[in-house]
């Protein structure tokens, strides 16, 4: 395999989130004391915690590898899911050393092993990514029209209904030949936007079922690990806050979300726990997905190495 890119990775975007992270967990123990959180994580149940999680890792594995399976062989070129899950288990190995380059590796390790061109995966990646977003602000959306009973909850879903309709809007003219204005016919032409135009409302129904099903298990899993930790988070507040906290974790500021989570559902499930508790949970929680990640990934990275071996 060909370097991933981290090599050539300047050194201060490799260390930009870290020191994010630092910022960020240093304002959280600012205002909750360290020895509170410590004491919150002990008295956890914490082997309800490990097991919910370990689990819903394997499932999300198999779930998020066969969306790309899905998403490569409709739009690029043939992947079996056994693909599929090396190319996931691969990127997992290399999200957690270099977080800037999680996504980056998913399109040039299909370059090495379909020879699909970059702007072409990568315009099967963006229209997956659009499509998680889509997923994301309506649940989000659903759980605060649900659960209306503070103003933070309320803020979800004035932002959640906002960026629904964005989202939609973008889809529609990207995939509609109308409006035939010179510059969107034009746009619509880029190479990146090429899984749009392939994309039929077939490819929706697939994905929903798949993507849904793979949110669901994070709301299931936050409200049971919440609960490990004291944290009483109701239902629907976790369908609304969930989808804001992953994408609070995605956000290129901190790696894999290590204590922007944290400070997010600080901010939303305030009323449903100790501050300690929740802080707790919010740290160990991206901590321990990126180990189990990184267990799963281990097997794929020697299947690489193998495959490496034959070329």
Do not use: C
Not at 195 to 211: M, Y
Not at 221 to 245: N, Q, Y
Not at 287 to 297: F, M, P
């Amino acid at each position: 395999m060909e370097p991933t890119g981290e090599a050539s990775t300047p050194f201060w975007k490799k260390v930009l989130p870290w020191v994010g992270a630092v910022g960020i967990i240093g304002w959280i123990f600012g205002h909750v004391p360290f020895a509170e959180v410590i004491e919150a994580a002990r008295g956890a149940d914490l082997g309800t915690f490990f097991l919910a999680l370990g689990l819903a890792v394997v499932g999300w594995f198999l779930l998020d590898s066969r969306a790309y399976a899905y998403v490569i062989t409709r739009f690029n070129a043939p992947l079996s899911w056994a693909e599929a899950r090396a190319l996931r288990g691969v990127t997992y190995i290399v999200a957690a050393i270099n977080w800037n380059i999680g996504t980056a590796s998913v399109v040039l390790y299909l370059r090495r092993l379909k020879q699909i061109p970059v702007l072409e995966s990568t315009s099967s990646v963006f229209f997956y990514t659009n499509f998680d977003g889509l997923v994301l602000v309506s649940l989000a959306f659903l759980g605060a029209s649900l659960f209306g009973e503070s103003p933070e909850v309320l803020q979800i879903q004035r932002g959640a209904g906002v960026a629904f309709g964005v989202i939609v809007v973008t889809l529609a003219l990207l995939m509609s030949s109308k409006p035939s204005w010179g510059w969107l016919t034009r746009a619509r032409a880029w190479p990146i936007f090429l899984a749009f135009r392939r994309a039929r409302p077939r490819d929706f129904a697939v994905l929903l079922a798949i993507r849904l099903t793979y949110f669901a298990g994070f709301v299931v899993v936050f409200t049971v690990g919440a609960r490990a930790f004291g944290i009483d988070l109701p239902w629907m507040l976790a369908v609304a806050s969930v989808p804001v906290v992953l994408m609070a974790g995605a956000l290129p500021i901190a790696p894999a979300g290590l204590g922007t989570q944290a400070a997010t559902m600080l901010f939303f499930w305030s009323e449903h726990g100790s501050e300690a508790q929740i802080v707790a949970f919010g740290l160990l929680f991206p901590i321990v997905i990126t180990l189990a990640r990184v267990l799963i990934g281990l097997p794929y990275l020697q299947q690489l190495k193998g495959l490496r071996a034959d070329e």
